[in-house]
């Protein structure tokens, strides 16, 4: 099992950075690919940003992708998501998630596939 805890979320300015945090709780956090979603009201979550238990392999959505990093720290228990050059558009709550796998280097943009959240952090971008 592991809880998963998100925070840096808040209101910025057009063109501002943000970084998201997701602090994983257990020992098990490198059985776990992680993601990034978001979701804005009435509409689906949307994935964002994927990173696979090595950490050596990145995914990200188009719409986000050479704006966005993530990141994970193997000793701190922790992902981190990297939002420059934010926009509008990008105004969602943010959920980490955790995604049990036997594979390395693998990822995955379905929410479906992963089976613990976080309690979400608000993003909200403003012009």
């Known amino acids: 099992q592991v809880q998963l805890v998100e925070s840096g979320g808040g209101l910025v300015q057009v063109g501002d950075s943000l970084r998201l945090s997701c602090a994983a709780s257990g020992r098990t956090f490198s059985s776990y690919s992680m993601g990034w979603f978001r979701q804005v009201p009435g509409k689906e979550r949307e994935f964002v940003a994927a990173?696979?238990?090595?950490?050596?392999?990145?995914y990200y959505s188009d719409s986000v992708k050479g704006r966005f990093t993530i990141s994970r720290d193997s000793a701190k228990n922790t992902v981190l998501l990297q939002m420059n050059s934010l926009k509008p558009e990008d105004t969602a709550v943010y959920y980490c998630?955790?995604?049990?796998?036997?594979?390395?280097?693998?990822?995955?943009?379905?929410?479906?596939?992963?089976?613990?959240w976080g309690q979400g952090t608000q993003v909200t971008v403003s012009s």
């Open positions: 990173i696979s238990r090595s950490g050596t392999t990145s």
């Open positions: 998630a955790a995604c049990a796998t036997t594979l390395l280097y693998s990822t995955t943009s379905n929410s479906r596939d992963y089976g613990h």
